[in-house]
């Protein structure tokens, strides 16, 4: 899919106002973005798990900066032209480093930014013993991060850890006061039920995203059950690399156990794939227009 109707950042913000449930992938590289795009996803999501996880092979602990962000947004930037929304975590410190984060990710080519209320260091979603910040310090950063932004159309999403911390009502609490104060999206993290997801898409108003981790604590529902409830958003953060992580694993069995590996589709990309998606033909086209 190409989005070729205005800013992406508009695009989005309209798309997530139906609450008809758009279907997210997430990325952890510029090329998953790229697969993302080609099999036709409407927006792409940067996940911070699967940076930590695929950049530096270590859990998702808060490891990664805001450098490591910034270059990563600008190499999906560069390899496609849907909305990005970037998961920046705690936004690397208080709300003058949250307004430094926002102002970096914008320029380097971000469309929506997720600010989530964990005390760093964070833990990704679906871990256990989290901590969460007192509600005024993610109101203020809040409130940083939309004085922050340049296109009125770039999103703040408030994500909310308390319903593991807290309890869901706490969660529902919290996410609607950043509401209030200015996140565009709230993303109430980890229920652990249906009625818990039915509750946040139908008491918070504005557009809610749901995190379907697979073998996480969410249930993963069908798509149209969740738009059904509402969610403006269903984001699967790290699907792709899950798939990709399983790929290799099969392929370099075979290629350990039998000592070769043929240009077998059901096992491996072929060569013609791989050089399609990195846009080969193109560069070659470019290189024999300069000559």
């Given at each position: 899919?190409?989005?070729?109707?205005?800013h992406?950042?508009?695009?989005?913000?309209?798309?997530?106002?139906?609450?008809n449930?758009?279907?997210?992938?997430?990325?952890?590289?510029?090329?998953?973005?790229?697969?993302?795009?080609?099999?036709?996803?409407e927006?792409?999501?940067?996940?911070g798990?699967?940076?930590?996880?695929?950049?530096?092979g270590?859990?998702?602990?808060?490891?990664i900066?805001?450098?490591?962000?910034?270059?990563?947004?600008?190499?999906?930037?560069?390899?496609?032209?849907?909305?990005?929304?970037?998961?920046?975590?705690?936004?690397?410190?208080?709300?003058?480093?949250?307004?430094?984060?926002?102002?970096?990710?914008?320029?380097?080519?971000?469309?929506?930014?997720?600010?989530?209320?964990?005390?760093?260091?964070?833990?990704?979603?679906?871990?256990?013993?989290?901590?969460?910040?007192?509600?005024?310090?993610?109101?203020?950063?809040?409130?940083?991060?939309?004085?922050?932004?340049?296109?009125?159309?770039?999103?703040?999403?408030?994500?909310?850890d308390?319903?593991?911390?807290?309890?869901l009502?706490?969660?529902?609490?919290?996410?609607?006061?950043?509401a209030?104060?200015?996140?565009?999206?709230t993303?109430?993290?980890?229920?652990e039920?249906?009625?818990?997801?039915?509750?946040?898409?139908?008491?918070?108003?504005?557009?809610?995203?749901v995190?379907?981790?697979?073998?996480?604590?969410?249930?993963?529902?069908?798509?149209?059950?969740?738009?059904?409830m509402?969610?403006?958003?269903?984001?699967?953060?790290?699907?792709?690399?899950?798939?990709?992580?399983?790929?290799?694993?099969?392929?370099?069995?075979?290629?350990?156990?039998?000592?070769?590996?043929?240009e077998?589709?059901?096992?491996?990309?072929?060569?013609?794939?791989?050089?399609?998606?990195?846009?080969?033909?193109?560069?070659?086209?470019?290189e024999?227009?300069?000559?």
């Amino acid at each position: 899919m190409t989005v070729s109707m205005g800013h992406p950042g508009t695009f989005l913000r309209q798309r997530v106002g139906q609450k008809n449930g758009l279907l997210v992938a997430g990325a952890a590289n510029a090329l998953a973005a790229r697969v993302i795009q080609q099999v036709g996803f409407e927006a792409v999501y940067l996940s911070g798990a699967g940076i930590t996880n695929t950049f530096y092979g270590i859990p998702d602990l808060g490891f990664i900066g805001l450098s490591d962000l910034a270059q990563h947004t600008a190499a999906v930037r560069d390899a496609v032209d849907l909305p990005i929304i970037v998961d920046a975590d705690t936004g690397f410190g208080n709300a003058l480093n949250v307004r430094q984060s926002v102002r970096t990710l914008e320029r380097s080519g971000a469309n929506a930014i997720q600010l989530e209320d964990q005390l760093m260091p964070k833990k990704c979603g679906h871990f256990a013993g989290k901590s969460v910040v007192p509600v005024e310090e993610m109101i203020g950063k809040i409130k940083a991060a939309v004085d922050a932004r340049q296109h009125a159309d770039f999103l703040i999403i408030a994500r909310t850890d308390a319903r593991a911390v807290l309890g869901l009502n706490e969660a529902l609490d919290r996410a609607a006061a950043y509401a209030e104060h200015g996140a565009d999206m709230t993303f109430v993290e980890a229920p652990e039920s249906e009625d818990e997801m039915r509750r946040i898409a139908r008491e918070l108003a504005c557009p809610q995203i749901v995190n379907v981790v697979i073998g996480g604590k969410t249930p993963a529902l069908p798509q149209q059950v969740l738009a059904d409830m509402g969610f403006g958003l269903v984001l699967y953060a790290n699907a792709a690399l899950q798939g990709a992580v399983r790929g290799m694993t099969l392929a370099l069995h075979q290629l350990k156990a039998t000592g070769e590996l043929q240009e077998d589709p059901n096992v491996v990309a072929t060569f013609a794939e791989r050089q399609g998606l990195v846009q080969k033909p193109f560069f070659d086209a470019l290189e024999a227009k300069y000559k």
